[in-house]
């Protein structure tokens, strides 16, 4: 796995990168949206075998998370529609005229947003736990990052990387992986503001009204590949939003949580492989 650098109008984007074998013939790129509060290293035990099965794999860190810049508040808006906008312009800085997007979590869901505002630019979508209808709650551990002066002080404590991550996932997730989602609480205070302005933008009941109301309007290939288990987010209510839809798939893991990348990439890739190649015209 490669990682690069990009700037885009004046932000400096963090990203991942696997390839395909060379000999593939396969063209096309997937770009894996992170939540919160993980980086695009969730997405290290996934991004090889989908390289191995002939995708070009990219993996952000979303502005203001990881190692992305970290904008002051008044130079990035951290609002839906900015991380939109930020996301078509990082698409055209390396030139993707269109890809699939894998996105999980809540931000992550922004990328569905930019699915249904943008159709023509994404060839499919495949959605891990993320928020889409409106039932869907902020946890309330993280509500907390964007109480004033609560917020403050959590988003400033790096082990709030350890109690999120391994509460959502169900499992301990390794030291070394929790140093790299730690590291940039521990280089600057401006990771913990980013998370909190994140926290206090997401404006996420106009969001997931937008999701629900848009997603049975989808006509390109969706696949749901759900962690059941997930203490944050029912998945009835989405399995039904898709049930009448025969070109949205619904795969369960009975007992994955929340940030299924983490632990269940096992079992998670093969099923998305096998979908992406069925769904090939």
């Given at each position: 796995m490669k990682t690069h650098t990009i700037t885009v109008e004046n932000f400096e984007w963090y990203?991942?990168?696997?390839?395909?074998?060379?000999?593939?013939?396969?063209?096309?790129?997937?770009?894996?949206l992170h939540g919160i509060p993980a980086t695009g290293h969730s997405w290290r035990n996934l991004m090889p075998p989908l390289?191995?099965?002939?995708?070009?794999?990219l993996a952000p860190d979303w502005l203001g998370l990881g190692y992305s810049d970290q904008p002051d508040r008044r130079d990035f808006k951290y609002t839906p529609a900015a991380y939109q906008a930020a996301l078509g312009a990082w698409l055209d800085a390396l030139e993707l005229e269109s890809v699939i997007l894998v996105?999980?979590?809540?931000?992550?869901?922004?990328?569905?947003?930019?699915?249904?505002?943008?159709?023509?630019?994404v060839d499919r979508l495949v959605i891990l736990n993320a928020p889409l209808v409106s039932q869907a709650?902020?946890?309330?551990?993280?509500?907390?990052?964007?109480?004033?002066?609560?917020?403050?002080?959590?988003?400033?404590?790096?082990?709030?990387?350890?109690?999120?991550?391994?509460?959502?996932?169900?499992?301990?997730?390794?030291?070394?992986d929790l140093t790299v989602?730690?590291?940039?609480?521990?280089?600057?205070?401006?990771?913990?503001?980013?998370?909190?302005?994140?926290?206090?933008?997401?404006q996420l009941s106009q969001a997931?009204?937008?999701i629900e109301a848009g997603l049975p309007k989808w006509e390109k290939p969706l696949h749901l590949l759900w962690g059941v288990a997930d203490p944050w987010l029912d998945s009835t209510p989405i399995s039904n939003l898709i049930r009448p839809h025969k070109h949205m798939t619904w795969h369960p893991f009975p007992e994955a949580k929340h940030y299924a990348q983490e632990?269940?990439?096992?079992?998670?890739?093969?099923?998305?492989?096998?979908?992406?190649r069925r769904t090939v015209v």
């Open positions: 990203y991942r990168e696997t390839l395909p074998k060379p000999s593939s013939d396969r063209q096309q790129t997937i770009v894996c390289a191995e099965a002939g995708y070009r794999c996105v999980q979590g809540y931000l992550g869901h922004v990328g569905v947003l930019y699915a249904l505002e943008n159709p023509d630019r709650k902020l946890p309330w551990p993280m509500q907390q990052w964007g109480i004033p002066l609560v917020g403050d002080m959590l988003t400033q404590d790096p082990l709030l990387i350890d109690r999120t991550l391994e509460k959502g996932s169900g499992f301990i997730v390794k030291e070394e989602y730690r590291r940039p609480f521990l280089k600057s205070s401006s990771a913990g503001r980013s998370l909190m302005a994140v926290i206090k933008n997401l997931t009204a937008t632990h269940w990439s096992v079992e998670l890739a093969p099923v998305l492989i096998d979908e992406l």
